[in-house]
């Protein structure tokens, strides 16, 4: 009697474990196994809305899942000096937690940015590093020439030609609103293409070589010239 109930005991651990595997891959989607990959774009921004948005691709196809912009008002500014910060915090926690992204792609400080910009940018992008942090998730930094030449095929393009690029790759009904939500996306989808690109032509990760810069001058270079024809967008309403 007691080794049936030590086996029986022993089976119902291992069901426990097999169906909180199988609650777990839910949670992320499931897709790993497929070989899609989930993303949480970032758009820290000193004075105006963060951006952020939530984009998952298989190298094939891509979507949006979540986007939007956190705009703090003057009044919960003036309530606590780093209101603005804790309202970041809390956010990209959530989105964490809820949709539980493979990776973090945030646009880098615009270094012709004035000092004072600058220091207020880098508090927030502070902030997002340290929510990605505690919750084990890989940060990738992106220039923001960098995301407009992945994402438009140049990188002078306006903010008006990267929503209306954003909205056609992932196949959206509108054009993303705000200018900074749309901008998450595109670091997002800039961040999903050098991956994909990096897997699909097996190159090394960025630690792996001299330089970060020298992996990204490779996965731009094979992103180019494996990329296929731009969609054609039929409507801008």
Not at 61 to 85: D, F, I, N, P, W
Request: glycine share 8%; aromatic share 4%.
């Amino acid at each position: 009697m007691a080794v049936f109930l030590l086996r029986w005991r022993n089976a119902t651990n291992l069901w426990q474990e097999k169906r909180d595997g199988r609650r777990l891959m839910a949670m992320r989607g499931g897709k790993e196994k497929n070989g899609w990959m989930r993303v949480l774009g970032v758009d820290p921004a000193a004075a105006g809305p963060t951006g952020y948005g939530i984009v998952e691709g298989d190298g094939r196809r891509s979507r949006m899942l979540h986007y939007g912009a956190l705009r703090v008002t003057a009044k919960r500014q003036k309530e606590c000096a780093g209101a603005a910060l804790q309202d970041v915090h809390t956010l990209l926690c959530g989105l964490i937690e809820k949709f539980m992204p493979d990776a973090m792609a945030v646009e880098s400080v615009f270094t012709a940015l004035n000092m004072r910009t600058a220091l207020r940018l880098a508090e927030v992008r502070g902030v997002v590093l340290l929510a990605a942090a505690q919750h084990g998730v890989e940060v990738h930094s992106y220039a923001p020439r960098e995301v407009k030449a992945s994402i438009a095929g140049h990188g002078q393009a306006d903010k008006r030609q990267v929503q209306l690029m954003v909205r056609a790759l992932l196949s959206m009904t509108e054009t993303p609103e705000p200018a900074d939500a749309a901008d998450a996306l595109a670091v997002a989808l800039c961040h999903l293409q050098m991956e994909q690109a990096r897997r699909r032509f097996a190159l090394p990760e960025a630690s792996a070589l001299g330089k970060p810069r020298d992996a990204r001058v490779a996965l731009a270079a094979v992103s180019i010239a494996t990329r296929s024809p731009l969609p054609r967008i039929l409507s801008t309403r």
